[in-house]
Structure formats: C-alpha cells, structure tokens
C-alpha cells in the first residue's frame, strides 16, 4: 500500500513539473522567431509498434508550430533543406519544431540540434515521465583497447544559464534530432551497419560524425519529447550496442593516429580473451594462421575479441568473421581491412562486408549470395588444416584392431541434437562423442568420453577412429562451406563420412564418403567397417589431396598477394 501511495506522490510531482515546464515553453514560444520559411521534412524511423506511431501522429497535429512542415517516407525522397528524425516519439510539446531551428539561427555552424527526451506516459513499472536522454558529452571507457562507451547513458551538463536554454553537447538527443540536408547527405546518413530498429545507436553515430566534421551540436531543453519503449524496441536497438564503440573507439575524434607498418597485421579472432578463449577453435585456427603468415615474413599479432579495438600499428587487419561482427574506424585510419569469412554466415550483412577493402569467401556459393550487395573486391579461399598441428606423428598404415572406437564423432551441441548423431543413433558399434553441452540429449551422453581434447592430441584421435562422422550447421550447409574439421581429420589420416554440402565432391572427389539419409549411413558404416583396405585408400587419398592443396602456408601465399598487390594504395 505504502508503496502505491509513493508512486501516486512521484506520478502528481512529474505532473505538476511538466505543466510548469509547459508554462515556460509557452513563454519562451512567444519570444521565439518566425520560421514559417524554413522546409522541414520529417522522417519517423521505424518501429514495430503501430500503437506508438499513431499517437506521434496525434500529438504533432495539436502541437502548435510556425513552421510548415511535411511527413516523407525516408531522406531520399525527403524534399526539405532540413531533416527530423523522430525514434519512438509518441508526443511532442508545442514549438517542438520550432525549438530544434532556433539552434541553428544562434550558430551557423550548428551541425545537429536536438531535444529532451522523457519516458512516455504509456511506460509501466515507474519510468512515466522520468527523463530518458539530456545529451551526453564523448565518454571514453578507462581501459586503452575500448572506444566510446556504447550505454548513452544520461548526463547533467551545467549550461551557466537559468531556466530553459541550448547547450553545446556531443550527442544532444538519440530520439530527436535536427539537420540540414545537404549536411546529412555529406556525412553519408544514417550508418547502415545499424540493423532495422537500432536507431538509438545509428543518431548517436550520426552526431558524432558531425562532431567530426567540426560542427557544434546542440541540446535545445526547450523542445520536450515523450518516447514509448517496449521489450521489442530495447532488444531491437541492442543489436546496435556492439557497433558504436568499433566505430568510435579511443581517440576516434581526436585525430590521433599510430604511424602503419606496412609488414604489420592483426589478426582479429572472436574467440574472448580469458582462459576460455583457448578452447575455442578460432584461437588455433588464428594462431596456425599466425605461424603462416609469419613465414611470409609479416609481423602478425593475434587479437581476442577483447581487443580489437585497441589502438594499433598494423596496417593490416584480417578479420576471421566467425561469431561476431567487426567494426571499422567511421574515420579513415589508414588501415586494409580484409574479411575472411570463416563461419556463421547467416549473421552476416553486407553493410559489413562493405566495409572491407578484400573480401576471402570461404565458398564460391557465399560469394555468389553476397555477390549483388557487396561492391567489394573478393575471391574464394576455403577453410584448411595445420599439418604441424594435424599430421600424425606415427605412419599411417596401422594395424587392424589398434583403432579405437569405430565411430568418432568431435563437437558440441549448442543446443543442438546434431545431424549425423541423430541419424546413427541408437547404433551398436562403439561410438565416441567428444564435446560440450550434451546433457539435454542423454542418447548422446552416455557416448560423452570427454567435453574436450586437447589440441596436441586431436590428430591422433582423428587417426586412430575407424570412421569420423562429420556434419555441417544448417547455414554453413546453405552457404556451402566445408566444416574444418574435414581438413584437419584427413590431415591426421582419418576415414571420414560426413553429411554432403554443396561443392564437396568438388574440392575432395572421392577423397571421403557422404551419406543421404539415415539407411545410406548405416550402409555405410557397415560397409567400410568390413572393407579396411577401400577404407584405408580413400584415407591416404585424403591426406595426400590436404597436404597438397589445402594448408594455412597455400592460405598464407594467397593473402600475401593481396596484400601485396595493395601494399601502397592507401597510405
């Protein structure tokens, strides 16, 4: 009860702050010039709330306005000489517009102004009229590899004025903001590596671009906005959070630069870097690619996710696109960014491919998806192996009876009762599961011998198993890239029978076994368990066709002629 009363006592003094705030927009909108010239376009960003933009619509049509304005679809067919973006707003005071321009006639090298936003009325669980943004100056996190901190978090800023007033700020508002549009147009809009409804993100981008531009920004407290966030909206402008601080990192707008070593590369890996990082397999792909390149004569640095974003000297950056996204400098920082597309293709836009100076796709099938949208030089470099890690140190002709189990399997579930499991299972034969997170499948973890290998013992796993069963996840299948661990087991001289992926037969021939539904793998296993020396050829063939073609020192080779052709295009 107590706490009722509480709320209703904070609902009655927001309400009687706002008609106070009220009385004195009306005041200073009567001061206020004539902007009935002006052209304003005003663009709503979407929402996928119908709710919120009907009572947008509502609020503007009885907010009182001197200037003509009129509702366009999207910049480009906008016709004002200035833009409104509105994200969420569902109510506006009166002058909202006219508010926003007053900044723009007090300093003509005003680059973006915009307003005070508060949590609408329609917000539940005590965040109605609290306010949400106020402007935040550029914050900087106080590590050396992270950039700009990416919670827009509120902050007071002391204008040295009484009352209402506009004030110098870096980003003024993220859910109304003011720019002329040829200005708009210069800084390249809205940054389209913010995915649908990440505006919050995609306007703190934009002010700082005109930060950087050497424009001044302004927070007019005059101009009062009320915005509606739901669950979907905040998971929705989540997905921008990770952007803002590659963008913007350290030193982005000081114009600070480490002077590039053109024989220097980074290697940007998604694995974390803690101790758990080392489990990952992008931590040994990266470091064999590492060891590659270094033959090559390169100075490479290997970088966890954690610190891709730290200042650097390499005038080189490959990022192996696998779990996550990587985000360039918004300024141009003199590096060669290339992308080699290793994995999880599905969570991958071409806003980001477009960012890279060389694309490596890891099939010809990616490229070809990604071929319409990405105006960015590529080719086809697959996945592959690293002998000195994979070669199994013994000859490969063992004797009958020393393998052990007949079916291998290596990998974890991710939630996932994997494909070829699901079509050996139940089976009679001796089955090993290597793996993590099979506790939720108990017909698969009764197989659990381990929930890892370590990596100077995974060749002579792979090679003393009878048949390595190998499956793809659903979009590396759609988009035809070749699991690694093929590589790696034909490396080590492992039998292998895998689910078929579009351009398999291609790179590999007869080099290894693929099956179509569940019968043909069982067929399968029990012919080639009782035919050792047909099982052995294709074994030997495999390896031979690895070591010939598909090493990290032939990957190396062909970076190397790309970076080279490049060397001095950009500095």
């Given at each position: ?232 909206i905040r998971k929705a402008n989540n997905t921008g959070r990770p952007v803002l601080p590659g ?196 017909e698969v973890q009764e197989h659990v011998i381990a929930n890892y290998i370590d990596n100077d ?115």
């Amino acid at each position: 009860m107590l706490s009722k009363v509480k709320r209703g006592i904070l609902s009655l003094e927001a309400y009687a702050a706002r008609a106070r705030d009220k009385m004195k927009i009306q005041e200073r909108l009567r001061g206020i010039q004539d902007f009935s010239g002006m052209s304003v376009s005003v663009i709503y960003l979407p929402v996928d709330n119908a709710d919120v933009k009907r009572r947008f619509d509502e609020s503007i049509a009885k907010a009182k306005t001197n200037i003509k304005y009129e509702m366009a679809a999207d910049a480009e067919t906008a016709k004002g000489e200035y833009l409104v973006f509105v994200n969420g707003v569902d109510g506006v005071c009166d002058g909202w517009l006219d508010f926003l321009a007053e900044a723009f006639v007090r300093d003509e090298n005003t680059g973006i102004a915009g307003g005070v936003t508060y949590y609408s009325p329609q917000m539940r669980k005590g965040k109605a009229y609290k306010t949400r943004f106020k402007g935040v100056q550029y914050l900087q996190n106080n590590t050396e590899t992270h950039g700009i901190s990416c919670k827009l978090l509120n902050a007071d800023i002391d204008s040295g004025e009484q009352g209402f007033c506009i004030t110098k700020t870096d980003i003024p508002s993220i859910n109304i903001i003011m720019i002329r549009a040829d200005f708009y147009k210069k800084l390249g809009g809205l940054c389209g590596l913010y995915e649908s409804n990440s505006w919050d993100f995609a306007i703190a981008d934009l002010c700082f671009m005109s930060k950087a531009y050497g424009k001044d920004n302004y927070l007019c407290d005059c101009c009062l906005v009320s915005v509606f966030r739901d669950k979907a909206i905040r998971k929705a402008n989540n997905t921008g959070r990770p952007v803002l601080p590659g963008r913007w990192r350290k030193n982005a707008l000081s114009g600070k630069r480490p002077k590039l070593n053109n024989m220097e590369i980074d290697i940007c890996a998604s694995m974390p870097g803690n101790e758990d990082g080392k489990y990952w397999g992008d931590y040994h792909y990266s470091y064999a690619l590492r060891a590659a390149l270094e033959r090559q004569g390169y100075i490479v640095n290997v970088l966890p996710v954690d610190d891709w974003y730290r200042e650097s000297s390499a005038r080189t950056v490959i990022v192996l696109r696998g779990k996550r996204g990587y985000y360039r400098k918004a300024l141009g920082d003199g590096q060669r960014l290339i992308y080699w597309t290793i994995s999880h293709p599905a969570d991958i836009s071409a806003p980001e491919l477009n960012q890279a100076d060389y694309i490596f796709y890891a099939s010809e099938i990616m490229k070809q998806k990604f071929s319409e949208k990405v105006d960015v030089p590529s080719s086809v470099l697959m996945q592959c192996t690293d002998p000195e890690a994979m070669l199994y140190s013994e000859d490969i002709v063992i004797p009958t009876g020393n393998y052990s189990p007949e079916l291998l399997f290596v990998g974890n579930s991710r939630g996932v009762f994997r494909k070829i499991l699901r079509d050996v299972l139940p089976t009679d034969h001796d089955l090993h599961v290597y793996g993590r997170h099979w506790e939720k499948f108990p017909e698969v973890q009764e197989h659990v011998i381990a929930n890892y290998i370590d990596n100077d013992k995974v060749a002579g796993v792979y090679h003393n198993a009878r048949i390595l069963l190998n499956d793809h996840w659903d979009d590396m299948r759609e988009y035809g890239i070749i699991s690694n661990r093929i590589f790696d087991a034909m490396c080590a001289g492992a039998f292998v029978i895998s689910d078929d992926v579009p351009g398999l037969e291609e790179a590999f021939g007869e080099c290894l076994v693929t099956y179509t539904d569940r019968k043909d793998l069982s067929d399968k296993i029990d012919y080639y368990l009782t035919h050792e020396f047909e099982r052995m050829r294709i074994a030997r063939a495999g390896r031979k066709r690895v070591l010939n073609k598909h090493t990290f020192d032939d990957r190396a080779e062909k970076i190397a002629e790309v970076i080279e052709a490049d060397k001095y295009a950009k500095l």
